[in-house]
């Protein structure tokens, strides 16, 4: 079965612990209904916000409709808007994975790599993980080095890729991305504290089954998995 891109789970037993712009992106809402796209002045769209895209996002539409309205979005990009084209692609992009349009998927990821601006999750993280899918093991260590000197500005990018490579049985690797990202953080500018947690809840859940004593960084990590499993079990979710 495909890998599902971002821990939409995770994120919504974390972002109680989470304020303003943190919960952007990954907070799961439930939504009955499709929101209308923002409205056009002339030839030009309305600028759109993070909840004009989590709208769409949790709404009714099918994935696929979900991913041409982003795309869309990306394609013909407001000056006001708050969300990126690079961020707009990306998003499509999983979208596609959802759909299980792994073609469609990379195509887009790729569009996203192209294109200037920021994004929550860096976009040739989600390539990575569809190529060595596909068995492109040589492009996908590649752009992980790639990757890698880039130094991405998110902590989750260090967690995802982390989670990508555990998966395909590479514990070494994925304890090569946590620790970037730690020494990330350690250099500045600092992840929030939310963040950082994750980050080393993702650390001890590589180094705990090796029978590692916990650190300090690994005793941050127990606290969250602590706090997400009772937030978790509030909402009958495990």
């Not at 809402?29 to 030839?43: E, N």
Request: charged letters at 30%; a negative charge; proline letters at 7%.
């Amino acid at each position: 079965k495909p890998r599902r891109p971002p821990r939409r789970i995770s994120w919504f037993v974390a972002a109680p612990f989470r304020t303003g712009s943190e919960k952007h992106g990954r907070a799961l809402r439930s939504r009955g209904h499709l929101a209308a796209p923002p409205p056009t002045l002339g030839s030009v769209r309305a600028a759109i916000d993070e909840d004009d895209v989590e709208e769409l996002e949790f709404g009714s539409a099918d994935n696929q409709t979900v991913a041409r309205q982003l795309v869309e979005w990306a394609e013909q990009p407001h000056p006001d808007d708050d969300i990126s084209p690079r961020e707009l692609f990306t998003r499509a992009g999983e979208q596609l994975e959802y759909a299980d349009d792994t073609d469609g998927a990379i195509a887009l990821y790729r569009r996203a790599i192209d294109t200037p601006g920021d994004a929550l999750l860096d976009p040739r993280s989600h390539l990575i993980s569809l190529l060595l899918q596909r068995g492109d093991r040589a492009e996908a260590e590649a752009l992980d080095r790639e990757l890698r000197r880039a130094r991405p500005d998110t902590s989750a990018t260090y967690e995802y890729m982390s989670e990508v490579w555990a998966e395909h049985g590479e514990t070494q690797r994925a304890l090569g991305w946590v620790t970037r990202g730690l020494l990330r953080h350690e250099q500045g500018p600092p992840f929030s504290d939310v963040d950082l947690a994750m980050l080393c809840l993702a650390r001890w859940q590589l180094r705990e089954p090796a029978g590692h004593t916990p650190d300090d960084y690994d005793l941050i990590g127990i606290g969250m998995r602590e706090r997400m499993a009772e937030r978790a079990a509030q909402h009958g979710l495990r």
